[in-house]
């Protein structure tokens, strides 16, 4: 009804009526006085809607809090009944690697078919000179240590070795001729390149002499090769002072009695292993060598010893690997022990004299162990977390007085934040999805993030005015989550939808991870909404029975609270920022100090670099994170060395195909250092020997029978000095036997090792340049690159896709949610800057912080993005919610949401502060990101947003239907009835008689 009606109607009543003698005279008749009209929307729309649900809500909560109580926990439990199946998953390639990649695929046909054996272990020696008797004392006291190592099960290092064969120089020559025994090798130093070698299975040092060739092939060449001895395969410095191919006791006493002196002459009088008695680069061996002006070697600073192991992988497989620490690690359990124990002797001997000589290990299973149980360590700081933030919750929840502090009420609402994370881990287990690394944060996110709506809903229960809080408890209540319930709304849904987006991404541990975070949200959503008010208006109860806080069954009488219980300080300190941040002045300073940190913001982001270290997973002074260390100090690696893995091929009609791959691989020498293969060195051998055309690939060799056949030639080939070392590396169709046709070839394999690289820009580009060499080659059979490089790689090509995809997305949800939920599309569009601009200054200043892009970070910054909300839109949706100027709206959202805002904030800082100075990757990035996102976070949302609402913030709610007329009573105003002045009372009753 317009005003222009109200006037129409008044006029007949003065007219017409005539009144009793009993009622006041119509002169005396008072001008009518209507209830208050206050603008609010249309009953109908949304915003009613969406309020009187949540009104309902807090109304029946408080009115039937037990049966609310014992549902959440029914609910809660339900969920918890997955514990039992939950899978933990530590694997990286489980993780890391999306599994319909060209790595996890081929990874995993590998394993299936033909997995891995080899396991190196390794100790790096360092000092002022290892070049001393001492150090050389040291190093063979640690090499017998490990031969002295027997398992529970007398396990030693000779049953976990690869063995290779040895070979007798003398007695071999001697056999193959009827010359005069030479002098023996090991008491001469010069040396007769024309002497019998058989090569090494993993290096390249072969002599030029090949008995394979000639005469004595098959017999009785055959027959001596089949008979030779074998050692544990291993490297070092030491081999110069074996004896006759073994350390007995002359080489023994020839170790104890060295000298400076000796030691030079024997390292500069060339590189033959006296234990292996085949060439041996030495040099590679040392690190910081320095030389005379003739370049001798003189002196050296650290020098390397490495022990090649071998596991069962059958055995391995029967088993299921061993999954100590959720490592996921494939390797047999008999293997896992040993390596257990040589962990153990080798830091032992640090001890060993001198001890200035550092050691620093690396066993083979030392990363997974290493990795998890500094993950798993920090989890412990999750009670001492808990504890911390129930302290600050109890602070700002209760007041400093007997009955009105709410210990308990503030214990049950962290209560809803482990029921959540029981009913999101129970329920996530049942459904398959695995609990990695990643998962070991989400206690602390949600412990952060869930108790905001706590505060939030506590900071609308204390802002009922005076008339409010004289209604009953049951509409108090409903008052409360009337004006709570859509900004918890608006904060838990655009969470969650951070975390939704995240669990489409191709990453395994972070759609698993997030996919986690978005249950545990929803989940702590409602109990905030109906178990945590159920409780709250039990405790409400109490204080108006004036119970005591503690001792609830004791009842004060007369109480009367302290008046500095009743002093709300932060909200007093948010008023006067409110009244300061409206004053033009401090908005030009805000708004220069923003654009200050975002011009450092997009220089961050320019300088970020996309990299990620597997070694990062280690704490920097863990024995591994050493040895990585000085490893890349001594001896930095030249690139990554890539297998080319070949699946069946048919030989010899694919040797045209497997020469056009060789001659590309060589070809390109701008990412390709140096290519290894048999056939690089079977080509030339049977080219060189045999073949008298063009040779191979020419010559096909198809049409050859007997022992001049391609099979033939083969075995010939690879029981030679120089196919040796290849014959180890193949996958045979049965067994191949010396002087016999050579069974087919299951899997055989092309090594090379590329450049070192710069990153991802040249890392990916050169990885997709090699797989397209061997796609184009068109094999019929499986043909595939493979190096643990290329999982980080892979992983590189994906991440900065998916990092991008996953934030757009994640924004263009949240924007959608908070314009549907605030009713407001300028509002949301100012929350969606605050956002885009902590983003920004997160980007910027991990930078800064010595983050890089990788996996971890990524998955942080995605989750941030829900968080970012938090802060802005609670501001947004309180300024739409108040009457007056821009400055009036700015200066009363700050005051009355602005304190639940902040509380949010630092009790989720508060919640991984014991973070900071983790250990671990994982948990340190974490608190970097999230402290960032807090920092950059309350600082946009209290003060940027407030600003800019100031300059260009929408109308309240209901403005649109005040300025047009269409006014509705509010909900609770009083009937229209005219209001008795002249003597009457309010009470009286004025009956017109018409």
């Not at 339900?78 to 990874?107: H, T, V």
């Not at 805002?901 to 100075?917: E, H, K």
Request: with cysteine.
């Amino acid at each position: 009804m317009g005003s222009e009606d109200l006037e129409n109607e008044e006029a007949p009543i003065k007219d017409n009526v005539e009144f009793s003698s009993d009622t006041v005279k119509i002169e005396k008749l008072p001008e009518m006085e209507f209830a208050k009209v206050q603008a609010s929307p249309k009953s109908k729309s949304l915003v009613s809607r969406f309020e009187g649900l949540f009104y309902s809500l807090g109304a029946f909560t408080c009115r039937r809090p037990l049966p609310v109580i014992i549902g959440c926990f029914i609910f809660t439990s339900l969920g918890c009944l997955g514990l039992p199946f939950i899978r933990m998953e530590n694997n990286a390639i489980k993780l890391w690697i999306p599994q319909e990649s060209d790595f996890s695929l081929n990874y995993n046909w590998l394993w299936a078919n033909f997995p891995p054996e080899f396991r190196q272990h390794s100790v790096i020696i360092h000092g002022d000179d290892i070049l001393t008797p001492e150090a050389i004392q040291k190093m063979y006291k640690i090499y017998k240590e490990v031969y002295q190592i027997k398992t529970k099960d007398n396990r030693t290092w000779r049953d976990s070795c690869l063995r290779i064969p040895v070979v007798n120089i003398d007695e071999m020559i001697e056999s193959f001729t009827e010359e005069k025994k030479r002098k023996k090798r090991w008491a001469d130093d010069d040396y007769d390149e024309d002497m019998w070698d058989m090569g090494d299975d993993f290096n390249e040092g072969f002599g030029k002499a090949d008995y394979s060739v000639g005469q004595f092939y098959p017999k009785p060449y055959c027959e001596k090769v089949s008979s030779l001895n074998t050692e544990c395969f291993e490297e070092s410095i030491l081999e110069l002072w074996a004896y006759k191919g073994a350390f007995d006791e002359t080489a023994e006493r020839n170790i104890a009695s060295l000298t400076k002196e000796s030691i030079l002459a024997r390292i500069n009088a060339g590189n033959y292993s006296e234990f292996y008695m085949i060439e041996r680069d030495f040099g590679s061996m040392l690190a910081g060598v320095k030389r005379d002006e003739n370049g001798k070697i003189v002196s050296a600073n650290a020098t390397i010893m490495r022990w090649m192991g071998r596991m069962n992988a059958t055995r391995a497989l029967l088993e299921g690997g061993k999954n100590d620490a959720g490592t996921g690690e494939i390797v047999d359990m008999g293997t896992d022990d040993f390596e257990r124990d040589l962990a153990q002797i080798l830091l032992k001997s640090e001890e060993i004299e001198p001890k200035y000589l550092k050691v620093e290990v690396n066993v083979a299973n030392s990363f997974g162990d290493i990795a998890s149980s500094t993950i798993y360590g920090d989890v412990n700081n999750l009670i001492l977390g808990f504890s911390i933030v129930f302290i600050y919750v109890n602070f700002m929840l209760g007041k400093f007085n007997h009955v009105e502090q709410r210990g308990y009420l503030s214990l049950i609402g962290l209560g809803s934040v482990g029921m959540s994370i029981g009913f999101s881990y129970g329920f996530c287990s049942l459904i398959g999805l695995a609990y990695g690394p990643l998962h070991n944060m989400i206690p602390f996110l949600l412990l952060g993030i869930g108790i905001d709506d706590m505060f939030v809903t506590m900071q609308c229960f204390n802002n009922l005015n005076a008339e409010e809080q004289k209604k009953s408890r049951e509409e108090r209540f409903g008052l409360t989550l009337k004006r709570a319930g859509a900004a918890i709304t608006v904060t838990s849904l655009t969470d969650f939808l951070a975390f939704a987006i995240g669990g489409t991404t191709v990453l395994p541990a972070l759609r698993s991870f997030c996919i986690f975070c978005a249950v545990g949200l929803i989940v702590v959503y409602i109990l905030q909404a109906t178990w945590f008010v159920a409780w709250l208006s039990i405790d409400q109860r109490r204080i108006e029975e004036q119970r005591n806080g503690t001792l609830i069954c004791f009842k004060h009488k007369d109480f009367k609270p302290n008046k500095f219980s009743q002093k709300n300080i932060l909200q007093s300190v948010f008023k006067s920022i409110a009244n300061v941040i409206v004053l033009k002045p401090v908005k030009a300073v805000i708004i220069c100090i923003t654009l200050v940190i975002l011009g450092f913001s997009i220089w961050g982001n320019i300088e970020l670099r996309q990299e990620f270290n597997p070694v990062w997973f280690l704490p920097p002074d863990s024995y591994l994170a050493q040895w990585h260390k000085y490893h890349n100090m001594h001896f930095p690696k030249q690139g990554e060395k890539v297998t080319v893995f070949m699946e069946n091929l048919d030989l010899p009609k694919d040797l045209a195909r497997l020469d056009k791959v060789h001659e590309e691989l060589v070809a390109q020498e701008d990412i390709i250092h140096s290519v290894d293969s048999w056939y690089l060195d079977f080509k030339k051998y049977v080219n060189t020997n045999f073949l008298t055309g063009g040779g191979i690939p020419e010559e096909t060799m198809d049409e050859l029978v007997g022992d001049e056949s391609f099979d033939a030639r083969l075995t010939q080939f690879l029981f030679g000095s120089v196919g040796s070392k290849h014959r180890l590396l193949l996958s045979y169709d049965g067994e191949i036997t010396c002087g016999q046709p050579a069974p087919a070839i299951n899997m055989s394999m092309i090594q090379f090792t590329h450049h070192l690289m710069d990153g991802p820009k040249e890392q990916i580009p050169a990885m997709n340049r090699v797989k397209k060499i061997l796609a184009g080659a068109n094999f019929s059979s499986r043909v595939f690159p493979m190096c643990i490089g290329y999982a980080s790689w892979e992983t590189d090509e994906v991440i900065s896709e998916e990092l991008y995809r996953n934030i757009l997305l994640a924004i263009l949800c949240v924007f959608i949610t908070t314009w549907i939920l605030l009713f407001n599309f300028g509002a949301s569009l100012q929350v969606l800057g605050c956002v885009v601009l902590t983003l920004v200054n997160v980007g910027g200043f991990i930078h800064f912080w010595g983050l890089t892009i990788d996996t971890v970070s990524c998955t942080n910054v995605i989750i941030s993005i829900g968080l970012c909300v938090d802060y802005s839109a609670h501001i947004a949706h309180a300024f739409m919610s108040t009457h007056g100027t821009r400055d009036e709206r700015v200066k009363k959202a700050l005051a009355d949401i602005g304190p639940a805002v902040f509380n949010g904030g630092f009790s989720t800082f508060l919640a991984f502060v014991l973070l900071a100075g983790s250990r671990s990757h994982v948990f340190a990035t974490f608190f970097k990101v999230f402290f960032l996102v807090v920092l950059f976070g309350l600082y946009n949302g209290l003060f940027v947003l407030p600003v800019a609402l100031s300059f260009i913030g929408p109308k309240a709610y209901g403005s649109e239907e005040l300025e047009n007329e269409e006014v509705v009573l509010e909900e609770e105003a009083e009937p229209f009835r005219p209001i008795i002045k002249n003597g009457a009372t309010e009470d009286s009753k004025v009956e017109p008689s018409v």
